[in-house]
């Protein structure tokens, strides 16, 4: 039988149970994990759950863990304190599941100190949760299911998504990149790539159910297929069209080009890509589909060639600076965003001057910025060179200093132009205002009505603020 279905026979087990059910799911991780939390929620509504924010509440609490930094595991176990009283009150089944799962030294933990923990389970064996809580509601024992090999990518898991207007869709699952400071290809595995007729699907289906923004997600969202191809797979898909012709999809290009044709999406990003396989064909298909925006997530990591080297990026700092050239010369007003890691092992103030170099040269439009947090396992945890506590933070705020400079002086530029923006509702703190998304991803906040909600409309940008751009409707 096969898994899914499989899957339907606990769904409908757990919808006949005469049970009190609601339920809360805690997200604390990226995009992929905030995308398998909507399959979580999928699976728990088709099961008869109905969702609360209330965690004394809830039946049943499901924890989406994340890994990939220290402070995510703190907030982890801070939650799980809090949790542990509503257990005592009224029985609730407390599920952790996500990446941290996946880290050996983390079950242990969890068993040693938090006992009260009804289900543990992995990205790998996510689309099992009905049959895991179905055993914990009726034996009433402890559920253990994590899986070390890599999952099979399923098809089918029921999702439901809190935006009705932008929705993100995974494409492919793992890394085999490993970056020496990162955790991400030990817990999430190998790189596996969807089909792209499944993919393809999923977004008609978003599109007729009125979702005008798609993310596309995956660790390395351009090396769509890639590994598949070089195992020497045949990676020729035919894709059948909603035009009724066919497409063949072999590359994250081709896949890009086949979604820039469905009617009812507006608009396309993704991330995150890798700048090593950040190709021609990539970046004429961006430049070709209207739909996919013209700002590029294209992390950086470290601006210095050495620090580069010893987190095994597979760059350097010219052949990032030409990629971003490149990219400027084919796609004409072309904005970019990055992550960037200070305090690498080993990073000097030269290492560090080179990352605030390349800054000042790409003048990205957002910045996420991280303090290098050591990871278990990782190469680079291992690095005796690890940087003084004080110096990465100094580090730190000097980076954002001059990002928010840039920011600062980039928004400028945006007073008198007319930007179109995907209007997403009202905002949380005034009524008559309305917010939504430049294509650069800028918040754009105005005065609008409810009707505005989910188009994209030309706003004229009357003034500036650090974090948000006003702009005026002039057809009012
Ligand atoms: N696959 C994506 C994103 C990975 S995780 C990519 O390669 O860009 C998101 C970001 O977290 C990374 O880009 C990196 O900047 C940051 N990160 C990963 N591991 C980290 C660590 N050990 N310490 C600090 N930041 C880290
Ligand atoms: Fe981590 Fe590097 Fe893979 Fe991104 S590409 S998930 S930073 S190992
Ligand atoms: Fe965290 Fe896993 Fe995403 S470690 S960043 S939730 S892939």
Known sequence: MKQIQMQDTYINKIK?????????????GCQLNENDSERIS??????GYTKTEDLAKAN???FNTCCVRENAEDRLFGKL????????????????????MQEKHMIQKLHESYPFVDIIFGPHTLQKFPEDLYKAIMENKKIEDILDIDGEIVEGIPTVREDKIKASVTIMNGCNNFCSYCIVPYVRGRERSRNPQDIYDEIIDLAKRGYKEITLLGQNVNSYLVSEKSKGENVDFSVKGQDGLVYKVNSFATLLRLINKIDGIERIRFISPHPKDFTDDVIEAIRDSEKVCKLIHLPLQ???TEVLKAMNRKYTKEQYLNLVEKIKNKISNVQFSTDIIVGFP???EKDFEDTLDVVSKVKYEQIYMFIYSRRVGTVADKMENQVDEKIKHQRF??????AENIIEEKNKNYVGKTELVLVEGKSKTNEKVYTGRSETNKVVNFEGNENMIGKILPLKIVSE???YLKGKYDNM
Not at 42 to 47: H, Q, T, V, Y
Not at 81 to 100: D, L, Q, S
Not at 397 to 402: H, S, T, V, Y
């Open 16 to 28: 006949n149970l005469d049970i009190k059910k609601k339920y809360s799911v805690l997200t604390m």
């Open 42 to 47: 999928g699976m728990l509504e088709e099961s």
């Open 60 to 62: 049943v609490i499901v």
């Open 81 to 100: 304190g809090e949790v542990k009283k509503y257990k005592e009150e009224n029985g609730c089944i407390i599920a952790i599941g996500g990446c941290m």
């Open 302 to 304: 470290s601006g210095s």
């Open 346 to 348: 080993g990073e000097t």
């Open 397 to 402: 705020d000097k980076l954002k200093k001059l």
């Open 465 to 467: 603020h650090m974090w």
